[in-house]
């Protein structure tokens, strides 16, 4: 609870890269175009590679925050949101700190991507 989203993108980044490769290769190959991608939120693994897919295509840091940001509402939004509030409690897990998408938690991860890898390419 305590790391919150900027350490899932953290474990999202470095556990997950090999998914993350093969999800970017897949963008990348013309002969699989068009593509979408899509989640319940978009805000954990689909966010981060949305992020790096704006990221390479040349969006400003502030554009990519602030497409990140549009899915803070998504789970209260939603009709039955329970099954996921459960799911998070059940692993001692406090849904108002991972159901959201505060801006800073995407600012913050752009920053370390550029701290620890030099960039997203």
């Known amino acids: 609870n305590d790391g919150g989203l900027m ?3 953290d474990l999202l980044l ?3 890269a090999p998914g993350i490769k093969y999800v970017l290769d897949l963008c990348a190959d013309k002969e699989r175009h068009p593509i979408a ?3 319940t939120a978009g805000k954990d ?5 949305t992020a790096i897919i704006l ?3 040349g969006a400003k840091p502030e554009d990519i925050v602030e497409d990140y940001s549009l899915s803070a509402n998504v789970y209260a939004e939603m009709n039955d949101h329970q099954a996921m509030v459960g799911a998070l409690s059940q ?9 959201g998408a505060p801006p800073q938690a995407m600012a913050d991860t752009l ?6 890898y030099g960039s997203v390419e």
Not at 45 to 49: A, L
Request: charged share 20%.
């Open 55 to 57: 990221s390479v295509c």
């Open 37 to 39: 991608f899509y989640c």
């Open 91 to 99: 692993r001692s897990l406090d849904p108002k700190t991972f159901l």
């Open 7 to 9: 350490m899932l993108n």
């Open 111 to 116: 920053l370390s991507i550029e701290e620890n």
């Open 14 to 16: 470095r556990f997950g």
């Open 45 to 49: 693994r689909t966010g981060m590679i």
